[in-house]
C-alpha cells in the first residue's frame, strides 16, 4: 500500500512537498492535510479493503491535494479527481472498523447501531424516525458485555 501511494503522489503531486501515512482513523477512510501537505490512509481500511479500492480512495484524496482546501467536493475537486482517475463516489461508503465499535445499541424495532464512544444523550433510531422519538429509544450496551 506504502508503495502504491508514493507513486501516486509522485506521478501527482511531484516536487510539491507531499508526503503519505497511516492513521488510525475507524470513521473514514483517507485524508488530506493541506497545512502539513501530507496523505493519510486509515491503517484499518488498509488491511480489509482490495488494492483497486485503496487507490481509489488514494485518488480521492490526491484530488484535494491538487484542487486546493477551499474546493471541497465541489466542480473544482471533481475535475482534478475525473482527470487523474477517480471512478468512485464522493464519500467512502462501507464500514472502515465498526467491528472496533465499543458500543452496541438496539431500537425497540431491532435495528443495531454501533458507536465508538458512549452516548453522553438519549438517542433515537434514525432508521425508524427521521426526528427525535422517544418510541423508538435506542438502547445500549458495551460490546465487552456482548462478546462474554
Known amino acids: 500500500m506504502t508503495r ?7 506521478a501527482h503531486l ?11 482513523a475507524v470513521r473514514r477512510a483517507g485524508a488530506c492535510h493541506h497545512a502539513e501537505r501530507r496523505i493519510t490512509l486509515s491503517r484499518h481500511l488498509a488491511a480489509r479493503a482490495d488494492e483497486d479500492e485503496v487507490r481509489q480512495v488514494l485518488l480521492h484524496e490526491v484530488a484535494h491535494a491538487l ?7 465541489g466542480p ?10 477517480y471512478t468512485g463516489s464522493r464519500l467512502h461508503d462501507h464500514p472502515i472498523a465498526e467491528d472496533r465499535a465499543t458500543w452496541i445499541g438496539s431500537c425497540p424495532a431491532g435495528h443495531e447501531h454501533r458507536r465508538f464512544r458512549r452516548p453522553s444523550r438519549e438517542v433515537s433510531c434514525g432508521l425508524c424516525s427521521r426526528r427525535f422519538s422517544r418510541a423508538s429509544l ?3 450496551r458495551s460490546a465487552e458485555s456482548s462478546r462474554g
Open 76 to 85: 473544482r475537486w471533481r475535475a482534478r479527481a475525473e482527470a487523474i482517475g
Open 4 to 10: 502504491m501511494a508514493e507513486g501516486l503522489l509522485a
Open 138 to 140: 435506542i438502547t445500549w
Open 14 to 24: 511531484a516536487g510539491k512537498g507531499w508526503s503519505f501515512g497511516f492513521d488510525r
Open 67 to 73: 484542487a486546493g482546501h477551499r474546493a471541497a467536493h
